[in-house]
């Protein structure tokens, strides 16, 4: 199966997967307990328009996603939102999405440094092998939108008492400027 997975840049062609992305995102940050910044479906078919967005599908059926946003006048890229369905777990199919992720981002913002948030070790060891490190929340952009963007999440009130230092979940950083 998990050679029959598709993993692209997604395109207008995959509008039709948003409300399965909201509803996959929702029900996995449900089960797991922890935060994932709710999005629009808006939002993310602007970036599926944009080819901002990575989709796999196994033939028709929506296998997993994630998309990548700048920040800080382009100084700085999350790779966000990744999820996989339940059924197609277990095949390094995270990886898969997060790997093109990653050479997305490098292509279309060669100097920024790339960065995410998470809570989940799965997503820490990919990360890792991708030369991310783990780094303070002051190391990030100080992007305001950005963190805007964490008022969705059920831990957001931790974020607000730390005065934005701390949280649940773990910052990563790739700096292409300490890769060269």
């Not at 989709?55 to 990744?82: M, R, T």
């Not at 960065?115 to 002051?138: C, E, Q, R, W």
């Not at 969705?152 to 949280?167: E, F, M």
Request: with cysteine; net charge positive; hydrophobic share 40%.
């Amino acid at each position: 199966m998990n050679n029959s997975i598709q993993v692209m840049i997604a395109n207008d062609s995959h509008i039709n997967y948003v409300p399965v992305i909201l509803d996959t995102i929702e029900a996995a940050a449900k089960v797991r307990g922890t935060g994932i910044a709710k999005r629009t479906p808006e939002y993310i078919e602007q970036k599926m328009r944009e080819g901002k967005a990575i989709i796999a599908l196994f033939e028709d059926e929506f296998a997993g996603f994630c998309y990548i946003e700048s920040w800080g006048n382009k100084q700085y890229v999350a790779n966000s939102g990744l999820i996989v369905v339940d059924k197609f777990r277990g095949h390094g199919l995270a990886k898969k999405i997060k790997e093109k992720s990653f050479e997305l981002s490098r292509k279309m913002f060669p100097e920024a440094k790339l960065f995410g948030l998470t809570s989940g070790s799965a997503v820490m060891k990919i990360n890792t092998a991708l030369g991310y490190v783990p780094v303070t929340f002051a190391e990030l952009t100080d992007d305001e939108a950005f963190w805007r963007g964490c008022q969705g999440c059920v831990n957001y009130d931790i974020l607000q008492r730390t005065g934005r230092k701390y949280c649940i979940c773990t910052a990563m950083l790739y700096d292409p400027q300490k890769k060269k």
